[in-house]
């Protein structure tokens, strides 16, 4: 089982009134960069607890990959306060995805 | 505009503004996300990627004017709707200019609250634009999704030329993107 909080479309509201930082992965099964990606944002959730870790399929949220304007996945969205701090789509490393959670927590 | 969350993009510098102008678009839309810069280098580096409902822009910043602002979104995000909200666009000539220059509507700081207002409006007078677009995109990403799960398979499979027919269809995907 995941450690990434699965969320949906219906989610999206409490999602963004949520404070605090948010990460959002949106991936597919046949996405071979989401599944590393998923591996890594694992690892983190026990460094930056305060971080709420999600993940969505990107096929059945529609209207997240349009509210985040992901045209195909992975996507990784960084939120906080109802504010979108920064969007990543491609393979991206550890080290980034440290680096931006570090510098948002 | 088929979400109903709304997408809101605020060029602002002064912290202070920026916050105000937030929470007067709360009092429009409640489900809303933002995305904010606070100079040139960041607004660029944003706004396309964000793809916002409407631009809310300061018309005096550090780096740059208002009408570079707009120029720039009307380059690079066609009808977008944009309103200035400023201290200090109360020339008539420049508003004048202004319009002629496709923004779609000012308000000056002392009046924000009637901001609410005027994105009703704005955003009724956008809405042929801002349907066409959502078909667009959908567009858009159903050729792209279709095409990434095609690659994916591809390359589950084996057969001559494999490593051809990838990085062509990588290329009409980054091409398509």
New interface residues.
């Given amino acids: 089982m995941s450690k990434l909080n699965a969320i949906e479309d219906r989610q999206?509201?409490d999602v963004?009134s949520t404070g605090g930082l948010t990460v959002i992965l949106m991936t597919?099964p046949?996405?071979?960069n989401g599944i590393i990606i998923t591996s890594i944002l694992e690892g983190f959730t026990t460094r930056y607890r305060g971080v709420n870790f999600c993940v969505a399929d990107?096929?059945a949220s529609p209207?997240l990959?349009?509210?985040f304007?992901l045209?195909?996945?992975p996507g990784i969205l960084f939120?906080k306060d109802?504010?979108?701090l920064e969007?990543l789509t491609g393979p991206v490393s550890a080290a980034r995805l440290n680096e931006i959670i570090k510098a948002a927590a | 505009m088929d979400t109903d969350i709304f997408k809101v993009f605020i060029l602002e510098d002064q912290p202070l503004d920026m916050e105000l102008n937030k929470r007067q678009v709360r009092k429009y839309r409640p489900d809303v996300l933002f995305a904010v810069a606070r100079n040139k280098v960041e607004f660029e580096e944003k706004l396309v990627n964000f793809q916002p409902d409407i631009v809310l822009s300061d018309y005096n910043l550090p780096d740059m004017n208002g009408l570079e602002a707009l120029l720039y979104v009307r380059e690079h995000l066609d009808s977008t709707p944009f309103i200035f909200i400023t201290g200090v666009l109360n020339d008539e000539e420049k508003v004048a200019d202004t319009i002629l220059n496709g923004a779609s509507g000012y308000l000056l700081k002392e009046n924000l609250r009637k901001l609410p207002e005027l994105m009703t409006s704005v955003v009724d007078q956008s809405s042929q634009v801002m349907q066409r677009r959502e078909r667009e995109w959908e567009r858009r990403k159903t050729n792209q999704t279709l095409l990434r799960k095609t690659m994916a398979g591809l390359r589950a499979a084996e057969f001559d030329g494999k490593g051809d027919a990838l990085e062509s269809l990588q290329q009409v995907a980054d091409n398509l993107a």
Avoid: F, K, V
Wanted: aromatic share 10%.
């Fill in positions: 999206i509201a963004l597919a046949w996405d071979g990107y096929e209207r990959a349009r509210l304007n045209l195909s996945p939120l109802g504010e979108m969007r």
